[in-house]
């Protein structure tokens, strides 16, 4: 029944652009889902992550780039970069969070390629 209400809405547009708007896996917003997943998930085959943490004057900076990959082919890189000082609970603490398409076959069009968050709450 939802397929043919968005079928009715999109009828206008050329088949291979509606399966590319209406598939799950075309959405930046799938693949951030799968790396904050709390169980194993196959979806994801590989996960690095390198320490990006430094001192700037009397602040340290903490830091870490994670590469996520996945079984399709497609390779997501998150930014996460906040300062290390203890700030009331009650406050929402300032930190840059960036996730980022950095490789995707040819065959598959992620968007939007990139995301820039700059509040964890």
């Known amino acids: 029944m939802l397929f043919l209400a968005i079928k009715r809405k999109y009828e206008k547009i050329p088949l291979a652009i509606f399966y590319q708007i209406t598939n799950p896996m075309n959405h930046l917003f799938t693949y ?65 969070i960036s996730y980022e398409v950095i490789a995707q076959p040819v065959n598959l069009q992620v968007t939007p390629r990139k995301k820039i968050l700059n509040r964890a709450c």
């Open 32 to 96: 951030i889902s799968a790396t904050k997943s709390d169980t194993t998930s196959t979806f994801v085959t590989e996960h690095r992550v390198t320490d990006t943490s430094y001192s700037d004057e009397d602040l340290e900076v903490c830091g870490k780039e994670s590469i996520f990959s996945f079984a399709n082919g497609v390779q997501l890189k998150k930014t996460e970069e906040f300062d290390d000082i203890q700030d009331s609970e009650l406050v929402c603490p300032e930190c840059w």
